[in-house]
C-alpha cells in the first residue's frame, strides 16, 4: 500500500479551520475512498486522535517556544527524539539522526494502528506546517540539544526535520506529495518576504536521499512544476536535478531538459548548470555544447562562467581544438570590459552614495571575470589535453586582428598552471610577437582591465619577462620590457619590489640589449611612478658595483636614474649622493681613459639633476634660497673638478664640451642663469681663442702642406673676416704628437685640439641660442667663414704623396667635413633668406668634401680617423679599417670575370649562395656616384658609410632644409644658372645626402633591428648605435612627429621625382637608355626616388601607429598623403577612407618607378598602407601591382639589364609578395612554370622569358626557389579529409589536390634542364615537406573519397608517382656527385617516400582494394633516367622484379607509385591502379 502511495492514491483530509480554499483543485484530487463513504473510515477507531484533530489547535508555552500538542504528529516525533519549536527558535533533536529515524520507523510499525497511523501523521504534519515560522523550522538544519546528558550523543549537524522524514520509506511518498503541494503557495512570493526563499528549501530537501522509492514519478512532477512555476523556482528545480537524479535517469532526463533550452532561453544557465553535472550521451553533449556556443556573445557577465564551464566539460581530445576555437572566436573580454567602464563613468557624475554603489558593482563585475578564469583553470589543471588544444588553437589563428586579451591571459593561466606547456607557451609567443599578433597595447589592455585575474600569474609574468630579454628579436624584448613596466604598474609593494630586483640583474649581467632596456624601463618607471620606486633606490644603487660593464650611453643612462632618484622628493641627504660623488671623483682622477670617459658622462648627467632640481625649488618657494645657494656651490665645485681633469687630454675636453651642450640642450629652459653664465663665458673666451683667426693673406708657421683660405661665403666683406684656423692647427698638432706632447702636459696647459673644434661649437651655439631665445646673430659669422685648408686638386696628385701626407690630407678633410656637418646643424632653422642660401651651400661642400674624402681613403690603406664621436668606447669608436672600396673592388672584378668566363648555368647559380654581404652593405647613392666618378678620373672611391663613427651627428632639425625645392641640373642648364634658384633650392646631390641620413634614422628609431644573435665581440650591436647617441635621447614618438610633419615636403620631392621620370619616358620615347639620358643626373635622381619612398615606408611601418595615443598622429599621416589627391576635403574623411586615398595615392607613382629596388620599396610601401586594415580590393591591388613590375624588363641607364645580388634578393622578396597576395597560388605557380618557363628554355643563353622579362637563366633559381616554397606552403593550408566531409567537399578537395601535384610535377621535372646545385637543393628540401604535406592532410582525404571519386583519385596518385620516382633520381644524382649539401637531405626524403609507399597500401587495403597494391625493384637512375650501375646492381639482373601480385599493365617497366627501401641501392614500387 505504502509503495503505491504515490502512484495514484493520496490520503484523505479532512476540513476543518486549517483547510486552504486557495488549492481545491490540488485537494480535490484526493477524494475519500469507497469504504471511507460507507463510515468505514478507520479514523474512526481512533476516538482520541480524531477529537484531537477536529480541534486543529496546538498550543505553544511561548512565542517561541516548544510546540505543545496531543496529536499524532506531535507526539511521536516527540518520542523519537525532536521537540518542535515555534517562532524564530529552530526545531531541537536530542538523539542522533540516524536513531531518530530508526526509533520513529519502529514507532510508526509497532504501532497498533499501522499502517492507518501513517495517514494521520502526515495530516498532523500538514497542519504543523501551515504556520510558516514552523514550516521554516522544519526546513532548516533541526539544532543539537546542549544538554549535559546527550551532548555527546549528537552530530554538531544535524538535517532539517523535513529531509529526516523523507529518510523513512514509510513517510517519504507521503511528505514528497505535501511537499509538492505547498510549492505554489509560495510562487509569487518575494524572497525576502517572510525572511526565507522557501521554494528552494523545499527543493534542496529532495538532495542526496539515500533512496527514492520511486524517483521516475518524483522527477516527473518536479518536470511538470518546472513548466508551470516562475522563473526563480525553475532555477533552482533544474539546478537541483543532478542532486536528486538517480544515475539510471540522468541521461532521460538530460535530453528533457535540453529540450527547455530551445523553448525558454531563461532558462539557459541553470540548465547548462544541471547539464554539466549529468552524464550525457556524445550526440546530446555536442548538440547542446553548439547551442551554448551561440549563446555565449549575449549572455549575462554574472552567467558566463556557468556556460564556459559546461563547453570545456567533458571534452573528447579529437574534438578539444575545434571546440575551443569556436569558443575563443565566441568570447570577448571587451564586452565585460565595458559595464565596468559605464559604471565608472557613472560614477563621476552622481553624488558619493550612488558612486560608492557603482564601486560594488564594478567590484563585482571584476569578481565575475575572476570566477570565469577559475573555471577555464580548473578545466586546464584537471582536464587532458585542455591546454594543448587551447595553445593550437590559438597557434592556428592567423590573422592580426583575431588575436584578443583573452588568448594571452589564457597563456599565463597555463603557464602558472600546467608546467609541462611552459616552453610551448615561450614558443608560440616568440611567434606570434614579432608577426604583430600579440601587440603590446593588447598586454595594457590585460593589466588595465584585468588586474585581478593576471595577479594570480605574476611568477608567470616575471618568468616571461626575464625569458623575453634573453631574446635576440627586439620586438620580443620590447614585449618583456612592457610585462615588467605593467606589472609594477599594477600590482602591490611585493611585485614591485621583484620587478626592480629582475631589473637590477638584468643590468648586472652585462648582456648589452639586456642592460639597455632594463634601464630604459626602469627611466619609464621614474617618470611615471617616481615615490613608488623611491622606496627601492637601494636595489638601483647597488648596480654602481657593476658600472665597468656598462658602455657610455648606459652610464648617462644609470646616471640620470640615480640623479633623479637622489635629488627627488626630500631626498637631499640621501646616502645616494654620497655614493654618487664618491665614485664620480674616483674615475674623473683615473688615468684609464674609459674611467675618465665615465667620470665626465656621470658627473654632467648628474649636474644636470642638481641644476634641475635647483630651478624647482626656485619656482616652488623662496624660502629655500640658502638650501639652492648650497646646490648650486656643489654643482660649480663639481664642473670645475671635470674642466680641471679634462684639461690635458683633447678627447676627454671634447667629450667635456659635447656632454655640457647635451646638458643645455635636454634642460631648455629649465637651467639656472647663474650655472648657464659660467658655462657660456668660459666656451666663448675657449672657442674664440684657440680656432678663430683673422683671415691675412699669409699664414705663419712651418706646415705639412701650404695653407689656402677657402670656402668664404662672405667675400664681399674684405675687412674683419675671420678664419677656422684648422691646417695649422692640425699641422702643430701632427709635427708635435711624439716630441711636444709630454712637456705640454708638463706646464699644465690646456691642450688645443682639432678634435675639440666640433664639440666646441656645439656646445657655444647652444649656449648662444639658450642666452638669446633662439637667435644666431652673435655667431652668425662663422656660417660664412672660411678654413685654413689647403689646394684641394687631387687629380695625380695622391700617388706622389707620402703616407704621412696622405693621412694628414684625410684628417683635414674629416676635420673639414664635421665643421660643416655642425655648422648645418646651428643655422638649418635660420628663417633669412640669406642664411638659407649659406646653408645649401654648406651642404654643397659637404658633398664635394665627401667625393675627396672617398678618393683619399682609397689611396690611404690602414688608416685611421680622428674621432669625432666621444660618448663611445674607443673599441667601437676606432676600428682598423684597411682600404674597403679597393678590396671590394677586387672582389667584384673577380666575380665578373668568373662570370664573364663561363657559360656554364651551374657556375651562374651557385655565386647566388655566396651571400655577397659587402654588396648588400653598399648604399645606392655611394655606388652610383663611384662608378660615375671612376669613369671619369680613374680614382677608385671608398664607400663612406663605414667611416660614420668619424662624422658628427646631423640633428633632426637639419631636415626642415626638405622644404626647400629640387633643383637639377637640366634645369640649371636650360635656365643659365639663376642666382634665386641656386639660393633657394636644393641639388639632386644634397637631397641624396639628406634622404640617406633621414632614412638611417628612421630605420635606427621606428624600425627594430634584423632578429640575430648578437656577435661574440659585440662589435655588430655597436658599430649600429654609434652615430646615433643625440638621436637615441629622444622617443620614438618624437622621432614619428618630426617625420610626419616632414610629410609635405617629401610628398613635393617625391611627386618632382615621377614628373622627372615621366618626362625623361617622354623624351625617349619610353626607352630609359636614349641618348638624351644624363647617366650621372639620372642615378642620382633614381636614388632620391629609392630613398624618398624607403622614408615613406619607414614612417608608415613604425609599430607604435597601432597604440590608440599615436592614433591621432597616424591620421595626421595619412591626411597629408590623401590631401595630395583630395584637397580640402580629408578633414572630415572616415579613418578607413584616408587609408584609401593614400593608398590609391601612392599607387600613381608605378608608371614612373625608374629601376626594380624602387619598385619593390613601392610595393613594400603600399602593403604597410594596405594593413591599416586590409581589404581585399587593397590585396588584389598588390598583386597586380607586383605582376606588373615582374612583368617589366628592367634596364640601367647605360643599357644593360639590371643583375646581381642586390637585385636578386629585391626579385626574391617581390616574388614572395606577388605569391602571398594573389588570390590562387597555385594558378600563379602553374602560369609561371608553364609559360614563362618555356619561353626561357627556347630563347638563347643571355636571354629571358618574353611574359616575365625578370625570369633569366640567372634569376631562375629565384623562382624556383620562391614557387616550392609557397607550393608547400599552400598545400599546408588545405584542412585534412574527414569521414564527415560531404562528396562535394571532397570533391573540392581533391581538385585543390590534383593541381597542387600537377605544378608540383612540373616543379620537379624542371630540374632536368636546370640542373644546377642550388636548383637540386632546393627540389630535395621542399620535395621533402611537400610529400610529408600529401601524407598528413591528402591521404586521409582519399581514404574516404576513393570509392566516390575512384578515377580522381588514381590519377592523382599517377601524377604524384611521376614527381616521387624524379624524387629518387635526384637523390642517385646527390649520391654519386658525393655533394655534402645534397646528400644531407637525402635520408629524410627516402623516409617520407617509404612513408608514402606503405600508407598507400593501407589506403587501399582500408578500401579493400589490395589486389591493385604490387611491389616492384626500382632501379636508381639520374637526372636524365639513365641507370646508375652499382657493384649489387651489376650482379643481379636488371630487369628482375618481385611482385606481390600481377601486374595489369605488362608494358610498364616499373610500378606506378615509387618509394623507397630507405638505404638500399634498390627501392620498392607499388601500383594502385585497378
Known sequence: MVAGYVGGWCPPRLCGNGYNKDFVAMVSKRKLSKSDAHGNSPIAELPQTKKTRISCKEKTSAEDGVVENDNVFVQLIKTAGISLNAGERQNDIAVDQATFQKKLCQILKKHPFYPRVVQEFVSGLETHIKDRDQFRNCLLPCAPVRGEGTRNLVHSYCESLIKLLLGIETLQPAVITLLLEKLPEFFFDTVGTFGTNFPRLIVNQFKWLDKILDSKDLVMKLMQMVSVSPATIQHDIITSLPEILEDSQQSEVAREVSQLLKRDSRLTVPILDALSSLDLDAGLLAEVRQSAMIIVPAVKLEDLPVVIKFILHNIKAVDAVEVISALRKNLDLSSCILPLQMLSSQSKLKSQPQTSSSTSQVSSSQNCVKLLFD??????????????????????????????????????????????????????????????????????????????????????????????????????????????????????????????????????????????????????????????????????????????????????????????????????????????????????????????????????????????????????????????????????????????CCEQSPEALALYYDELANLIEKQKGNLDSQILERIGKSVVEDFSNDFVVDLTPAVDGVHLFPVKSLYNLDEDESQGTIVINLLPLLSQNWLGKDVDEMATRNQGKKIVAPECLSPSFRLLRLYTTEQHNGSMEEIDALLGCPLHLTDLEMEGKLDSLAKQEREFLCSLLFHALNWFREVVNAFCQQQDLEMKGKVLTRLQNITELQNMLGKCLAASPGYVPPRAIFDCEALEAAPTINAVGLVKKKKTGGKKQKSEGSKDSSADHSQMEENPEGNQLEAETTQLEKDTTEKKSGIPLVQLQSYRAFFRELDLEVFTILHCGLLTKSILDSEMHTEAREIVQLGPAELAFLLDDLCQKLEHILIPPAAKRAPFLKQGKACRKIGFSHLCQRSSQEVAQCAVELLKPLCNHMENMHNYFQALITENQGVVDGPRVNIQEHQLMSSCYQQLLQAFRLLFAWSGFSQHENSDLLRSALKVLADRLKPGETEFLLFEDLISESFHYLLNFQHSIPNFQCALTLTQLLIVIAEKPVASWKKDKIASLAKQFLCQSWMQPSGMREKGSQFSDALHTLLCVYMEHTDNILKAVEDISSVGVPELINSANDGYSSTYPTLTRQTFPVFFQVMMAQLENSVRSISAGKPSDSSEVQLEKLLHWNMAVRDFHILVNLVKVFDSRPVLSVCLKYGRLFVEAFLKLAMPLLDYSFKKHREDVQSLLKTLQLSTRQLHHMCGHSKIHQDLGLTNHVPLLKKSLEQFVYRVKAMLAFNHCQEAFWVGILKNRDLQGEEILSQDSEENDPGEGVSQLPREDPAEEEGDISGSEGGSEHNDDEDSSE
Not at 434 to 463: M, T, W, Y
Not at 485 to 504: H, I, R, T, W
Not at 564 to 574: G, K
Not at 620 to 636: F, K, P
Open 375 to 644: 573555471v577555464i583553470k580548473l578545466a586546464v589543471r584537471f582536464q587532458k589535453g585542455i591546454s594543448e588544444a587551447w595553445i593550437k588553437a590559438i597557434e592556428n589563428t592567423v590573422s592580426v586582428s583575431d588575436h584578443k586579451v583573452l588568448d594571452l591571459i589564457v597563456l599565463l593561466l597555463i603557464h602558472t598552471t600546467n608546467t609541462k606547456s611552459r616552453k610551448q607557451i615561450e614558443r608560440v609567443l616568440r611567434n606570434k610577437i614579432p608577426l604583430g599578433c600579440v601587440p603590446e597595447q593588447l598586454l595594457q589592455s590585460a593589466f588595465r582591465n584585468h588586474s585581478l585575474v593576471i595577479k594570480d600569474f605574476f611568477p608567470s609574468i616575471l618568468s616571461l619577462a626575464q625569458t623575453f630579454l634573453h631574446s635576440a628579436d627586439p620586438c620580443v624584448v620590447s614585449f618583456g620590457s612592457c610585462m615588467y613596466k605593467q606589472a609594477f604598474a599594477a600590482f602591490d609593494s611585493y611585485c614591485q619590489q621583484e620587478v626592480v630586483s629582475a631589473l637590477v640583474t638584468h643590468i648586472c649581467g652585462g648582456n648589452d640589449v639586456e642592460v639597455d632596456i632594463s634601464l630604459d624601463v626602469i627611466t619609464d618607471l621614474m617618470t611615471l611612478h617616481t615615490s613608488s620606486l623611491i622606496r627601492y633606490a637601494t636595489f638601483v644603487k647597488n648596480i654602481l658595483d657593476y658600472t665597468e660593464k656598462l658602455n657610455p650611453q648606459q652610464i648617462r643612462k644609470f646616471f640620470y636614474i640615480l640623479g633623479e632618484l637622489a635629488f627627488s622628493q626630500r631626498q637631499e641627504d640621501s646616502y645616494i649622493q654620497d655614493d654618487m660623488h664618491m665614485v664620480i671623483r674616483k674615475w674623473l682622477s683615473s688615468t684609464v681613459p674609459k674611467y675618465k670617459q665615465m667620470g665626465i658622462i656621470g658627473a654632467i648627467t648628474v649636474a644636470g639633476s642638481m641644476a634641475a632640481k635647483r630651478s624647482k625649488e626656485d619656482r616652488c618657494s623662496l624660502e629655500r634660497t640658502q638650501q639652492s645657494e648650497e646646490h648650486c656651490r656643489q654643482l660649480s665645485i663639481l664642473l670645475d673638478l671635470v674642466s680641471y
